[in-house]
């Protein structure tokens, strides 16, 4: 029992107290009025406290003033001074606080994504804010070097990763798929030499199987890199891309008529992993009957833009668990691009992939 009125007395503390005590309650200041007058803005901040000088100034005119002067030439003598005040007060920040004006622009552009935008020096700066901007300069400078460096590995890494696709993707086509080949046709000729049925027949099982895994190497082989894109370039590569996804049941179309041949390999590596992604994601996902692919080049741009009539699907939860959709706005970032997604449950799916052609780069 003592040790159960320990715990009670622990857990109400209020009863440790003496009989002649009284618990204050602690109160916490009201302070949302000076929040807002903090928050009122410079200008205001003046015009109040012009107002509240001129109170003052007029209420210490009236108490000193002595007989003979005139209070209504006293009066309009202090609102004239007070009002001429208060329009220079008003002026002069209006005038110190533009440059902020510009840095806020500067802010919104950089924010758009222009990374080359500047806030300009005016001729009424503060030198306070003139150090300001001169900072906010550098830090631009900074990232746009950054930025550029960051795209220029982002390429290199594109390169070299296309590169090693192309490579795996050809030893496998030019050697394993050969070998493979040459398997079957071994077995072929055996199975039909052979004079045990039972043996033909298993020389026939093995043909079958070397052919399956000879057709899967030259799939691998396909989707690692597909040969076409070197050879012929992107808009052959969409071409044929919409064939192999015709041939699986589903009617797909690749409009290229209005893209420029002369797309950067780096490019045209990225948007076709677009289109191939998009278009994969739609046969497993949205059971679509029509795809359509198109691909321009317009205004240094090329645009890839891939719809479908299947399903749809919730965009948020899409972003949030696709590791597919991370993968395509990913790289197409990497190479300064813009990626949109649009969809709705029921009503179709849209990808596209917008990114600026520079003329260092292409062909």
């Known amino acids: 029992m003592s040790s159960l009125r320990e715990i009670t007395d622990i857990a109400s503390p209020q009863q440790t107290m003496g009989e002649g005590e009284t618990r204050v309650p602690v109160s916490v200041p009201h302070t949302r009025w000076v929040d807002r007058v903090f928050r009122v803005p410079l200008s205001g901040k003046l015009l109040g406290a012009n107002l509240l000088v001129a109170v003052i100034a007029l209420a210490a005119l009236f108490i000193a003033r002595s007989p003979e002067e005139s209070l209504t030439e006293s009066l309009v003598v202090s609102v004239s001074a007070v009002l001429f005040s208060i329009v220079a007060n008003i002026a002069l920040v209006t005038v110190a606080l533009r440059p902020l004006r510009e840095l806020e622009r500067t802010a919104q552009r950089v924010w758009a994504g222009d990374l080359s935008v500047r806030a300009r020096p005016t001729h009424t700066e503060d030198p306070d804010l003139g150090r300001v901007r001169s900072a906010i300069n550098l830090l631009l400078d900074g990232m746009h070097h950054d930025r550029a460096r960051m795209r220029r ?161 919730d965009v948020g939860a899409a972003e949030r668990g696709g590791f597919g959709l991370f993968s395509m706005r990913e790289r197409v970032a990497l190479v300064n691009g813009t990626f949109e997604l649009e969809s709705r449950p029921g009503d179709g799916t849209r990808v596209v992939a917008t990114v600026a052609l520079d003329d260092e780069d292409k062909r």
């Open 153 to 313: 590995l982002a390429l290199h890494a594109i390169t070299v990763g296309d590169r090693e696709r192309a490579r795996v993707g050809r030893e496998l086509h030019e050697s394993s798929a050969q070998y493979l080949a040459g398997l079957t046709l071994e077995l072929a000729a055996m199975a039909r030499d052979a004079k045990d049925e039972e043996q033909r027949a298993q020389l026939q099982r093995m043909q079958q199987m070397a052919q399956q895994v000879m057709e899967q190497v030259r799939t691998l082989s396909e989707t690692l890199h597909p040969r076409v894109l070197d050879d012929l370039g992107l808009a052959p590569a969409l071409q044929h891309l919409a064939r192999k996804t015709t041939a699986t049941g589903i009617d797909t179309t690749a409009d290229t008529a209005g893209a420029d041949a002369r797309i950067p390999p780096h490019v045209a590596s990225v948007l076709y992993d677009v289109a191939r992604e998009a278009v994969a994601n739609a046969a497993r996902h949205a059971a679509p009957a029509h795809v359509e692919v198109h691909l321009t080049t317009d205004r240094g741009q090329a645009r890839l833009d891939v719809r479908d009539d299947g399903h749809g699907m």
